[in-house]
């Protein structure tokens, strides 16, 4: 369900938001929206960096599904994503 959040902003940040909005050619609400997924993005890939990091084993074993998916293509004569160099 979709929840509304209403956001106080002093006038300086006010302005600086609705300045950019329209630069993007977008309502303020859509700019903080993509603003908002944006970060939400840049948490999400950096939680996952630092899970791998600490989990390398997972690291290996997919680059090791990864090389013998795209043996079994090239064996198969079928096209891979990759490229020809793997």
Do not use: I
């Amino acid at each position: 369900m979709a929840r509304t959040v209403t956001l106080r902003l002093s006038d300086a940040t006010y302005h600086m938001v609705k300045r950019y909005a329209e630069a993007d050619h977008q309502s303020m609400n859509s700019w903080v929206e993509s603003l908002l997924d944006t970060e939400d993005m840049r948490r999400r890939c950096a939680a996952h960096g630092a899970w791998m990091e600490a989990h390398p084993e997972v690291a290996t074993a997919a680059l090791a599904f990864h090389s013998a998916n795209q043996r079994a293509l090239a064996e198969a004569g079928l096209p891979s994503m990759a490229g020809d160099d793997e």
